[in-house]
């Protein structure tokens, strides 16, 4: 095998292999589209807020009752960490992170659901009111 | 010096898949999704296109209809409209074809829905003033006065044989609104100014007045949500499929005022003077034409729900969706198998 051959083979393997990793990257880009947390208060949005892995926050739903419940952001997941719900039970649902998991507080009417990509292609085309 | 065969026609084959692979990408890019908003006959309008020409193409539709706007507004004193309204009980108008074939679409529809949907409606709405914010309660006496000038039957449009279109209110103070019907008609023509410019689908939305022309690119229908009248504007209680039809809400939920604790909407009935007040809390009726389905979801929110589904069932290629003020929901039989209830909060009769 000359020299040329060699070389063809060798800008062939580096297409392969570069097409394999170019395959990959897009993947993990379409992955990359962070699930939503969606936080509802009294059947109402609240809040949205990306699920990517570098927000880190804490929001906490209060009302005018002053009852609350503190919702924390962090690694890519969500959960209730506080509550002043007598049976704490969105607290003990834990850590969330995958589409359709939820958490809910029936005394406080609050709720954080995790919608994905799926959900999203659920929206209508158009709305009419 | 000898080349291979065998390696040369692979590596000739990957880069000539590479190049047809870069070609299809660069022509799904060039057809990317347009969104055009522009705010006008009182609401916002959305076009929804793919098309490589969609900014010029949706200037295009804009300027239709602002076309139509100029024309039929009753926020302008100088609309061919205002004019027919400054001139009742003394004299007729010329009107543009525009017009003309609008006011015999509405007196058509009236007709159909034995004026429950009725253009003369204005001294009413004007009456009432909902939505203006300065808007109160009529005493009786003066609703009466006002619904006695309210009777399509006395527009008097000559014939579109005729070279001159004029139209003619007899008597003093009688108001034609079109509020009911030219978003209808705009939907049309901002259909028919697309498919002219060779675009074959998409969605035009005129403040919840949506025509969904053609299909889907992957040749599903289109998904139009319907509004939850309950619930905050955006949410959706059902969803309906449809390929080229105008889907058109009607509502009392949106632009009301509350007095005494008692809510008065915007929709008057033509019949009663009053709000109508039959059971419905939101109506959408979808049709081949905009300019039917909008005179057609005032109308049979009107009517109610017996009337209502009663005058759907019997037009042809006509299907609506009710929704009751006790959270059910009916459709005709067209709908069965394209609407989809999506709100455990109501139920499917």
Same mark, same amino acid.
């Given at each position: 095998?000359?020299?040329?051959?060699?070389?063809?083979?060798?800008?062939? !393997?580096?297409?392969?292999?570069?097409?394999?990793?170019?395959?990959?990257?897009?993947?993990?880009?379409?992955?990359?589209?962070? %699930?939503?947390?969606?936080?509802?208060?009294?059947?109402?949005?609240?809040?949205?807020?990306?699920?990517?892995?570098?927000?880190?926050?804490?929001?906490?739903?209060? #009302?005018? #009752?002053?009852?609350?419940?503190?919702?924390?952001?962090?690694?890519?997941?969500?959960?209730?960490?506080?509550?002043?719900? %007598?049976?704490?039970?969105?607290?003990?649902?834990?850590?969330?992170?995958? %589409?359709?998991?939820?958490?809910?507080?029936?005394?406080?009417?609050?709720?954080?659901?995790?919608?994905?990509?799926?959900?999203?292609?659920?929206?209508?085309? !158009?709305?009419?009111? | 010096?000898?080349?291979?065969?065998?390696?040369?026609?692979?590596?000739?084959?990957?880069?000539?898949?590479?190049?047809?692979?870069?070609?299809?990408?660069?022509?799904?890019?060039?057809?990317?999704?347009?969104?055009?908003?522009?705010?006008?006959?009182?609401?916002?309008?959305?076009?929804?296109?793919?098309?490589?020409?969609?900014?010029?193409?949706?200037?295009?539709?804009?300027?239709?209809?602002?076309?139509?706007?100029?024309?039929?507004?009753?926020?302008?004193?100088?609309?061919?409209?205002?004019?027919?309204?400054?001139?009742?009980?003394?004299?007729?108008?010329?009107?543009?074809?525009?017009?003309?074939?609008?006011?015999?679409?509405?007196?058509?529809?009236?007709?159909?829905?034995?004026?429950?949907?009725?253009?003369?409606?204005?001294?009413?709405?004007?009456?009432?003033?909902?939505?203006?914010?300065?808007?109160?309660?009529?005493?009786?006496?003066?609703?009466?006065?006002? &619904?006695?000038?309210?009777?399509?039957?006395?527009?008097?449009?000559?014939?579109?044989?005729?070279?001159?279109?004029?139209?003619?209110?007899?008597?003093?103070?009688?108001?034609?609104?079109?509020?009911?019907?030219?978003?209808?008609?705009?939907?049309?023509?901002?259909?028919?100014?697309?498919?002219?410019?060779?675009?074959?689908?998409?969605?035009?939305?005129?403040?919840?007045?949506?025509?969904?022309?053609?299909?889907?690119?992957?040749?599903?229908?289109?998904?139009?949500?319907?509004?939850?009248?309950?619930?905050?504007?955006?949410?959706?209680?059902?969803?309906?499929?449809?390929?080229?039809?105008?889907?058109?809400?009607?509502?009392?939920?949106?632009?009301?005022?509350?007095?005494?604790?008692?809510?008065?909407?915007?929709?008057?009935?033509?019949?009663?003077?009053?709000?109508?007040?039959?059971?419905?809390?939101?109506?959408?009726?979808?049709?081949?034409?905009?300019?039917?389905?909008?005179? &057609?979801?005032?109308?049979?929110?009107?009517?109610? &729900?017996?009337?209502?589904?009663? &005058?759907?069932?019997?037009?042809?290629?006509?299907?609506?969706?009710?929704?009751?003020?006790?959270?059910?929901?009916?459709?005709?039989?067209?709908?069965?198998?394209?609407?989809?209830?999506?709100?455990?909060?109501?139920?499917?009769?």
């Amino acid at each position: 095998m000359n020299r040329v051959n060699k070389l063809i083979y060798a800008i062939l !393997a580096i297409l392969i292999i570069g097409s394999f990793i170019g395959v990959a990257v897009y993947e993990q880009m379409l992955k990359g589209q962070a %699930p939503v947390a969606v936080i509802y208060k009294d059947k109402q949005i609240f809040q949205r807020v990306y699920l990517t892995k570098s927000i880190n926050k804490q929001i906490n739903v209060r #009302d005018s #009752d002053g009852h609350y419940n503190l919702v924390e952001i962090k690694d890519g997941q969500v959960r209730v960490k506080e509550a002043d719900c %007598p049976n704490k039970l969105c607290i003990k649902a834990g850590w969330l992170n995958k %589409p359709g998991q939820m958490a809910v507080c029936i005394p406080n009417r609050v709720s954080v659901v995790i919608e994905g990509a799926a959900e999203e292609a659920q929206q209508p085309d !158009a709305h009419s009111f | 010096m000898v080349i291979e065969r065998k390696p040369a026609a692979w590596l000739t084959a990957l880069i000539l898949l590479a190049i047809f692979t870069c070609a299809g990408c660069a022509k799904v890019d060039e057809q990317a999704p347009y969104i055009a908003h522009e705010f006008m006959l009182d609401t916002d309008i959305i076009i929804n296109i793919e098309d490589s020409r969609a900014p010029q193409i949706s200037t295009a539709v804009f300027q239709r209809i602002a076309q139509i706007e100029k024309k039929m507004t009753l926020f302008s004193q100088d609309s061919e409209i205002a004019v027919l309204n400054a001139q009742a009980g003394q004299k007729a108008v010329e009107v543009s074809a525009d017009t003309h074939y609008v006011l015999t679409k509405a007196i058509a529809m009236s007709k159909i829905t034995r004026g429950a949907f009725d253009p003369t409606i204005g001294p009413l709405v004007k009456l009432w003033d909902v939505g203006s914010g300065l808007a109160r309660v009529p005493g009786d006496a003066e609703i009466q006065k006002a &619904l006695a000038l309210v009777d399509y039957r006395s527009l008097q449009i000559n014939p579109d044989s005729d070279q001159l279109h004029t139209v003619f209110l007899p008597r003093l103070g009688q108001v034609v609104d079109l509020g009911g019907i030219a978003k209808g008609y705009s939907g049309d023509e901002a259909k028919r100014i697309l498919l002219e410019h060779g675009v074959r689908q998409g969605i035009i939305n005129l403040g919840g007045n949506v025509m969904a022309f053609g299909h889907k690119k992957d040749g599903n229908p289109w998904r139009v949500g319907i509004q939850n009248p309950l619930a905050p504007r955006g949410t959706y209680l059902g969803i309906v499929y449809v390929s080229d039809k105008a889907v058109v809400t009607s509502g009392g939920y949106e632009r009301y005022f509350i007095k005494n604790g008692r809510r008065y909407h915007h929709i008057i009935d033509p019949t009663t003077g009053y709000p109508a007040n039959n059971g419905l809390i939101s109506v959408t009726v979808v049709a081949d034409r905009g300019i039917e389905a909008d005179a &057609l979801s005032t109308g049979v929110y009107v009517l109610g &729900l017996t009337e209502g589904k009663q &005058l759907i069932d019997s037009m042809d290629g006509v299907e609506a969706i009710f929704i009751t003020n006790e959270r059910k929901v009916y459709t005709t039989a067209g709908l069965k198998d394209c609407f989809q209830l999506t709100d455990g909060d109501f139920s499917y009769e």
